[in-house]
C-alpha cells in the first residue's frame, strides 16, 4: 500500500484540522518534484482531486495556500479551486500563473464583482482578458483595471469602458488620469464630467441652473484647452471632428486656447474651418502680414468683430516665440484684454460685451492659477 493510498484511508477518520495539514502536505510534496516518483505523483494528484469534494472549505483552502504561486501545480486542481468559494478562489485568481486568458475570460462575465477585481489587478492582464473586463466589468474591476500598469488596456477597452461607465465620477477620474486616452475619448470624457456637473442638484441649488450650466461649460472649456495638443499629434484631427460634430467648437473655446498660448492647436482648427494647408496656416500665422491672417481667418468663418483679438495675440506670441518679449499667459491675456477693450470702447459697440467678460473671466483664472501654483511651491519649499 502506497503513502498516498494510506493518506486517503486515515483522511476519512481525521478531523478537520488534521485533514487540512494533511492536504497541505501532500500538496508541496507534489510541488516538489524530487520527493515524489511519477506513480507517486499520479496518486498525489488523484488524492488532491478528491480532497476538491472535501466538506470543510478549511481543506480546500489548504489546498489553495499551497498551490495558488506555482506554475507546477495540476491546472483541473486549479480551475476546480478558482471556482470555489471567495475565499478559496480569491487566492487562486489572484496568484496562480497556471490560470489561462480563456479561463479567466468566461469567468469574467459571470464573476461577482469581487473576483472581477483581483481579475483585473493580477500582475498580468493581456488585452483579450482586459477587452472582457471592459465590456463585462462592474465599475470596481474597470477602477482596477485602469489602475493596473501591467494591463494590456487598448484603445477598444477604454471606449467600452466610456460607452458603459462614463455617469461614474471615480472611473471618469481615472480615464482623464490616463496618458494614453485619445484626445476624443477625452473630450467625450470632459463633456460626461461637465453635464454631471451643471446636472448636480447641489450645484443647481447653491448657484442656479443657469448659472451651474454656465459654470460647467467654462470648466470645460478650461480643461479642453489645459490638454489641447501643442505638437503634431495623430488624435487632434479627429478631436477636431469631434468638437465640430458636437457643437463644442467655438469661438470662445479659440479665444481661450490662442489666450493660453495653444497657437498650433488653433492653428490646425483654422486650417480645418478654412480649407488651407496646416501648412500654409502657420506660415501665416509666423509671418508679419496682419492682412493674410485677417483673410485667412475670415475664410475659417470667424466674426470680424474678434479679427483683431486674434490679430494681436498671435503676435504677441509670435514675439514670444522669437524671443522679443517675455511674457507668460497671464500677461498675454492682460494684453488683449486691455487692447481688445480700448477698441470696444472705441467703437461704442456693445456687440462684442459677452467677449470683454470672456477675457476678463479668463484672466482672472490665470491669476488664481498662478497665485495657487506660487502658494504650493511656497509650501512645499
Given at each position: 500500500?502506497?503513502?498516498?493510498?494510506?493518506?486517503?484511508?486515515?483522511?476519512?477518520?481525521?478531523?478537520?484540522?488534521?485533514?487540512?495539514?494533511?492536504?497541505?502536505?501532500?500538496?508541496?510534496?507534489?510541488?516538489?518534484?524530487?520527493?515524489?516518483?511519477?506513480?507517486?505523483?499520479?496518486?498525489?494528484?488523484?488524492?488532491?482531486?478528491?480532497?476538491?469534494?472535501?466538506?470543510?472549505?478549511?481543506?480546500?483552502?489548504?489546498?489553495?495556500?499551497?498551490?495558488?504561486?506555482?506554475?507546477?501545480?495540476?491546472?483541473?486542481?486549479?480551475?476546480?479551486?478558482?471556482?470555489?468559494?471567495?475565499?478559496?478562489?480569491?487566492?487562486?485568481?489572484?496568484?496562480?500563473?497556471?490560470?489561462r486568458d480563456g479561463d479567466l475570460i468566461a469567468r469574467v462575465a459571470i464573476a461577482e464583482p469581487r473576483i472581477q477585481v483581483l481579475i483585473a489587478s493580477r500582475p498580468e492582464v493581456s488585452n483579450s482578458l482586459a477587452l472582457a473586463i471592459s465590456q463585462h466589468?462592474?465599475?470596481?474591476?474597470?477602477?482596477?483595471?485602469?489602475?493596473?500598469?501591467?494591463?494590456?488596456?487598448?484603445?477598444?477597452?477604454?471606449?467600452?469602458?466610456?460607452?458603459?461607465?462614463?455617469?461614474?465620477?471615480?472611473?471618469?477620474?481615472?480615464?482623464?488620469?490616463?496618458?494614453?486616452?485619445?484626445?476624443?475619448?477625452?473630450?467625450?470624457?470632459?463633456?460626461?464630467?461637465?453635464?454631471?456637473?451643471?446636472?448636480?442638484?447641489?450645484?443647481?441649488?447653491?448657484?442656479?441652473?443657469?448659472?451651474?450650466?454656465?459654470?460647467?461649460?467654462?470648466?470645460?472649456?478650461?480643461?479642453?484647452?489645459?490638454?489641447?495638443?501643442?505638437?503634431?499629434?495623430?488624435?487632434?484631427?479627429?478631436?477636431?471632428?469631434?468638437?465640430?460634430?458636437?457643437?463644442?467648437?467655438?469661438?470662445?473655446?479659440?479665444?481661450?486656447?490662442?489666450?493660453?498660448?495653444?497657437?498650433?492647436?488653433?492653428?490646425?482648427?483654422?486650417?480645418?474651418?478654412?480649407?488651407?494647408?496646416?501648412?500654409?496656416?502657420?506660415?501665416?500665422?509666423?509671418?508679419?502680414?496682419?492682412?493674410?491672417?485677417?483673410?485667412?481667418?475670415?475664410?475659417?468663418?470667424?466674426?470680424?468683430?474678434?479679427?483683431?483679438?486674434?490679430?494681436?495675440?498671435?503676435?504677441?506670441?509670435?514675439?514670444?516665440?522669437?524671443?522679443?518679449?517675455?511674457?507668460?499667459?497671464?500677461?498675454?491675456?492682460?494684453?488683449?484684454?486691455?487692447?481688445?477693450?480700448?477698441?470696444?470702447?472705441?467703437?461704442?459697440?456693445?456687440?462684442n460685451d459677452d467677449v470683454v467678460a470672456l477675457l476678463r473671466s479668463i484672466h482672472l483664472d490665470m491669476i488664481r492659477q498662478n497665485a495657487r501654483k506660487h502658494a504650493l511651491n511656497l509650501a512645499a519649499a
Amino acid at each position: 500500500m502506497t503513502i498516498v493510498q494510506h493518506f486517503l484511508k486515515w483522511s476519512r477518520a481525521a478531523d478537520v484540522a488534521k485533514r487540512a495539514a494533511a492536504a497541505s502536505a501532500l500538496a508541496r510534496a507534489y510541488l516538489q518534484s524530487q520527493v515524489m516518483d511519477f506513480d507517486e505523483r499520479c496518486a498525489a494528484d488523484a488524492a488532491m482531486t478528491l480532497l476538491l469534494d472535501d466538506p470543510s472549505p478549511k481543506v480546500r483552502l489548504a489546498l489553495a495556500e499551497a498551490m495558488a504561486s506555482s506554475r507546477a501545480a495540476p491546472p483541473h486542481i486549479i480551475a476546480a479551486l478558482a471556482g470555489d468559494q471567495y475565499e478559496i478562489a480569491s487566492l487562486v485568481i489572484a496568484r496562480s500563473p497556471v490560470l489561462r486568458d480563456g479561463d479567466l475570460i468566461a469567468r469574467v462575465a459571470i464573476a461577482e464583482p469581487r473576483i472581477q477585481v483581483l481579475i483585473a489587478s493580477r500582475p498580468e492582464v493581456s488585452n483579450s482578458l482586459a477587452l472582457a473586463i471592459s465590456q463585462h466589468g462592474h465599475r470596481d474591476a474597470i477602477l482596477a483595471l485602469l489602475g493596473n500598469h501591467n494591463a494590456k488596456v487598448c484603445a477598444r477597452c477604454r471606449e467600452l469602458i466610456i460607452e458603459q461607465h462614463l455617469t461614474d465620477a471615480d472611473v471618469r477620474g481615472a480615464l482623464l488620469a490616463d496618458p494614453d486616452l485619445s484626445p476624443v475619448q477625452r473630450l467625450k470624457v470632459m463633456q460626461a464630467a461637465r453635464d454631471a456637473l451643471a446636472g448636480s442638484p447641489l450645484v443647481a441649488r447653491v448657484l442656479g441652473e443657469t448659472s451651474a450650466r454656465r459654470i460647467s461649460n467654462e470648466a470645460a472649456s478650461s480643461a479642453l484647452v489645459l490638454f489641447a495638443s501643442g505638437r503634431t499629434d495623430d488624435g487632434v484631427t479627429e478631436l477636431i471632428d469631434e468638437l465640430r460634430a458636437t457643437g463644442a467648437l467655438t469661438t470662445k473655446l479659440l479665444i481661450r486656447a490662442i489666450c493660453a498660448g495653444k497657437v498650433d492647436f488653433v492653428a490646425r482648427v483654422i486650417a480645418d474651418l478654412s480649407g488651407q494647408a496646416y501648412t500654409r496656416v502657420t506660415a501665416i500665422f509666423a509671418s508679419e502680414r496682419e492682412n493674410q491672417l485677417r483673410a485667412l481667418l475670415e475664410a475659417a468663418g470667424l466674426a470680424e468683430s474678434v479679427h483683431s483679438l486674434f490679430t494681436h495675440a498671435i503676435r504677441i506670441w509670435r514675439d514670444v516665440a522669437n524671443g522679443r518679449l517675455q511674457s507668460g499667459e497671464q500677461e498675454v491675456t492682460r494684453m488683449v484684454l486691455e487692447r481688445f477693450e480700448t477698441e470696444h470702447l472705441a467703437a461704442k459697440d456693445h456687440a462684442n460685451d459677452d467677449v470683454v467678460a470672456l477675457l476678463r473671466s479668463i484672466h482672472l483664472d490665470m491669476i488664481r492659477q498662478n497665485a495657487r501654483k506660487h502658494a504650493l511651491n511656497l509650501a512645499a519649499a
